[in-house]
């Protein structure tokens, strides 16, 4: 089966998830975006690349910071930019997701950028968009993130350079975040040689040493020599389906403090996709601290988004 | 009174381990001649079988018609000549219809209604619990008298073990049978694909083998103390497979089937989130099927069932999770068993008892004797079908109003060409 | 055909034309710029020969193309880096081939995009024409028929330029 993402000559024409996509690709996503950067810089921050485009942000599951951040990179592409928030209860009360994208399309849309609550989404969508539109996944379910993956790559690419002799710890709830699976996914493609998970039993899945990763349950082990700790948020729903007890309990074992960043190396970097709980997953001291290049990835996520939409715009659908 | 000479054909009972050339001799709808021609025997209508095989009409443990309640995804005459066309001339109905089966008013109605379209013999499965609810027990004596031939609980999986146990105790009083899926109320109760590396790596909720195992547990304990007679439906796990292998190996009253896709599909074909993939149970590895594999080859289970599950197409285009579960499967069944006999070696008559004589053996007293059978006295329930004939499954080729199988775009082996049921000509392929 | 032309020949003379264009100006408000990559090498190279402080601008016009719905977006791994205030300033564009001019047409959108200049000149090292807008370069090396199917490329040797005809 054709990976759903390149079109026939291999080009990048969508982009649904980290999963399969060759590593060239990836590094050319971030090689791409490094010529995007200078631009926050200047006064006129915009490139007249997707000039007369139109980007509909489709966003079934709420999120005023990941739209935003799409939002701005689709307007320095000098593109035309629609925000769409479609509640998902409204949308299955009326409108399938199907019939949504058709009608969208009929206005003459170029690129979707979706966010959705179910695994696999926007393949679907992918499947059913004419052959010159685009599909950009801003997030489905617990599956991926990919643009966010792609920021997290450039950060730790930024900061320590080369891949190959790395060690990377992930902390926290992977059975639920996307953005995890993605990361993983990325940082096993661009060959880190020592991919470390780190939580509960109860919010790491099965299955996960398929992916290539070591997996902790003590926090102190995992984290020890390690050049890069990621750290995920903690959402509030899991405090009911017996997952955890409570936020104090989960600081306690997982929560990232100064005393457990100590046994990572003394130049390790500290990243999270946000938005921060702090005293649950991290610790102000940290997250504030000279370690953490939280809101460095936050100006890295325009650019990579900006590389995202103007390779896969510049591609054809065949 | 009609009378039929089928010339020709290469005739398969696998009840009786027959495969030869023979010709076939029916009147009205008994079959008065196998090999050899009664005496005084003038055919109305000759049929030419040669180049066909001429098997028993196949025995399908569980075809949803969706009536009543879902007629806008399907309607029970279109499903009915869907099985025609696949060759399947009795099927049992799961109780899961709106309302559900819980009624002899309505078992009445679905008989009487199959009967007036003549078409496929029709065996509901009543409500074990009423509207499936798992609180109380139906009236099983009226509805085995409307027609009934078991109880079920179709996909709605009972929580209250002690109405469990009531039902079973019940059931073994008067000899009825309890047609359940093993499945725990608890374990994956959100969950939409097998867990494992697969839905891990695509962030799908995970249904463990667990649930299969734990219910199966409780399920044969339950057993032991009421004597009940079981048949377990859909075994997906190698460990349930196991566990089934061994209460039989025990002498407890049990039989098992499984859906013709679990015989063929794992977890790693739901590809890129493909929807038709979405089924219950869920599909899972490759170490899973291999044991289903090893469970038909040694008969621990006794049939393969379609699992028909028409759904419409604003149910099944949608994301993985939010899909409705089920596919297609009457116009399947014969195709896919001969591609899984194809694949394994298995032998032609061997794996056709799964799809005709084994499954008729599960119902038991509630058919005719010859169900599932081709025997000189026998109901003319028959199937010609070209073997060889490979044909391609898409929109078009399916009869049935549900279009959506995981094998959407295959070329099948086996195709049939004329299906009689009581010695009349049902359906026949232009 | 004609024989190509000396390239490090072509180079002294864009040398000494640029110099005299230079000369013109304050020496805080001229600086050159140039086009990835053949006219960023001869920037480059300019600025040590001619003693210019500071670094040259260095232009990747990928962003700013007009063939983006055609070829989709051009690899080029170095960004763009202006590494002066553009505002009010005399730029002296540099590229090393001018053909159609749309090249030349996105370097200057680029370039207004990083302010509004006092004035641009366009220094190549070889006019080929075949101009499909109205552009033209005040100080040009060369000029040269390029054979139909054929391109020129200013190519490096060490820290030679050296000229080639490829297959367009």
């Known amino acids: 089966m054709r990976n759903p993402q390149l079109n026939r000559h291999g080009e990048l024409t969508h982009l649904l998830t980290l999963d399969g996509l060759p590593r060239d690709i990836v590094t050319h996503i971030l090689d791409t975006a490094e010529t995007f950067v200078p631009l926050a810089e200047r006064d006129v921050k915009k490139v007249p690349l997707l000039r007369g485009k139109s980007v509909f942000n489709l966003f079934f599951e709420n999120s005023t910071r990941t739209r935003t951040t799409f939002e701005i990179a689709a307007k320095r592409l000098s593109a035309d930019v629609y925000n769409l928030n479609i509640n998902a209860s409204s949308a299955s009360k009326g409108e399938s997701l199907l019939d949504t994208i058709s009608n969208l399309s009929a206005m003459q849309a170029d690129l979707f950028v979706v966010r959705h609550s179910a695994s696999g989404a926007p393949h679907l969508i992918a499947q059913h968009v004419a052959p010159h539109v685009h599909v950009v996944n801003a997030g489905d379910g617990w599956h991926a993130h990919p643009t966010q993956g792609l920021l997290d790559m450039y950060t730790i690419r930024h900061f320590k350079k080369d891949f190959t002799n790395l060690t990377v710890a992930v902390v926290g709830d992977v059975m639920h975040s996307r953005v995890a699976r993605s990361d993983i996914l990325a940082l096993t493609t661009l060959g880190v040689p020592e991919v470390r998970v780190i939580g509960p039993m109860t919010l790491l899945p099965g299955g996960l040493e398929h992916l290539g990763v070591r997996v902790f349950h003590d926090m102190a082990e995992g984290l020890r020599g390690a050049d890069v700790v990621i750290m995920l948020r903690l959402q509030n729903e899991r405090m009911r389906g017996a997952l955890l007890p409570s936020p104090q309990e989960y600081f306690k074992h997982y929560g990232l403090t100064q005393a457990k960043l100590a046994l990572a190396k003394p130049d390790a970097i500290v990243m999270h996709p946000g938005p921060m709980n702090r005293g649950v997953e991290i610790e102000s001291a940290v997250a504030d601290g000279k370690q953490a290049v939280i809101l460095k990835q936050v100006t890295f996520g325009i650019a990579v988004r900006m590389a995202v939409m103007s390779i896969v715009a510049g591609a054809s659908n065949e | 009174m009609i009378k039929l000479h089928i010339r020709g054909g290469r005739v398969i009972d696998p009840a009786s381990g027959l495969d030869a050339s023979h010709d076939i001799y029916i009147a009205g709808d008994r079959i008065v001649g196998l090999g050899q021609a009664p005496a005084d025997f003038t055919p109305d209508r000759a049929i030419d079988a040669s180049g066909l095989a001429v098997l028993p009409g196949l025995v399908d443990l569980a075809a949803r018609l969706r009536e009543p309640g879902f007629e806008y995804r399907a309607t029970l005459e279109s499903e009915m000549h869907a099985a025609l066309a696949g060759g399947v001339t009795s099927l049992v109905l799961p109780p899961d219809t709106d309302p559900t089966l819980d009624e002899p008013g309505l078992i009445e109605m679905l008989k009487h209604r199959a009967r007036q379209l003549n078409l496929a013999r029709l065996y509901p499965l009543g409500a074990m619990t009423i509207g499936l609810k798992g609180e109380r027990l139906t009236e099983m004596g009226q509805l085995t008298a409307a027609g009934c031939v078991a109880f079920s609980q179709a996909e709605v999986v009972l929580q209250d073990t002690n109405v469990l146990l009531r039902a079973m105790q019940y059931a073994h009083t008067f000899g009825y049978s309890l047609w359940l899926r093993p499945q725990d109320p608890w374990l994956g109760r959100d969950g939409v694909a097998a867990s494992g590396h697969y839905a891990a790596r695509l962030g799908l909720a995970g249904i463990p083998a667990e649930a299969e195992t734990i219910a199966l547990h409780t399920l044969f304990e339950l057993q032991r103390i009421t004597g009940a007679r079981l048949h377990l439906c859909r075994l997906s796990s190698a460990a349930g497979l196991e566990l089934v292998r061994r209460a039989r190996a025990e002498g407890l009253p049990v039989t098992c089937d499984v859906g013709i896709h679990h015989v063929h599909l794992i977890d790693l074909d739901i590809g890129y989130f493909d929807a038709h993939c979405r089924l219950i149970p869920p599909l899972r590895s490759q170490r899973d099927r291999d044991a289903i594999r090893a469970a038909l080859a040694d008969g621990t289970i006794d049939a393969i069932c379609s699992d028909h599950t028409p759904v419409d197409d604003d149910s099944k285009l949608l994301p993985f999770s939010e899909a409705e579960p089920g596919a297609t499967g009457l116009e399947l069944l014969l195709s896919l068993t001969l591609k899984w006999a194809a694949e394994t070696g298995t032998p032609l008559v061997q794996a056709l008892a799964r799809i005709t004589q084994r499954p008729a053996q599960v119902l038991g007293s509630g058919v005719l004797a010859s169900c599932g059978r081709l025997v000189l006295g026998g109901t003319a329930d028959l199937a010609l079908v070209d073997l060889e004939a490979m044909w391609r499954v898409d929109a078009d080729s399916l009869t049935s109003q549900g279009k959506h199988t995981p094998f959407l775009g295959y070329e099948l082996p086996g195709q049939v060409r004329q299906t009689l049921v009581g010695g009349q000509v049902v359906f026949a392929r232009s | ?168």
């Open chain 3, 1 to 168: 055909m004609t024989p190509l032309p000396d390239a490090e020949a072509l180079y002294g003379e864009l040398r000494r034309q640029v110099g005299a264009a230079v000369a013109q100006h304050p020496a805080d408000s001229v600086h050159l710029v140039g086009i990835l990559s053949g006219g960023a090498w001869l920037a480059e190279r300019l600025q040590t020969d001619l003693g210019l402080p500071g670094r040259a601008g260095v232009l990747n016009i990928s962003l700013y193309r007009d063939d983006f719905d055609r070829i989709g977006l051009h690899h080029q791994t170095q960004p763009t880096d202006i590494p002066f205030d553009v505002e009010g300033r005399h730029l002296i564009l540099v590229d090393d081939v001018l053909y159609t001019g749309r090249t030349i047409r996105g370097a200057l959108n680029e370039l207004f995009d990083y302010g509004r200049p006092a004035s641009v000149r366009l220094a190549v090292l070889i006019d080929r024409g075949g101009r499909q807008l109205p552009v033209a370069a005040s100080l040009c090396a060369a000029t040269f028929e390029v054979p139909d199917g054929q391109q020129i490329v200013l190519g490096q040797d060490d820290s030679r330029f050296v000229l080639t005809l490829e297959a367009a």
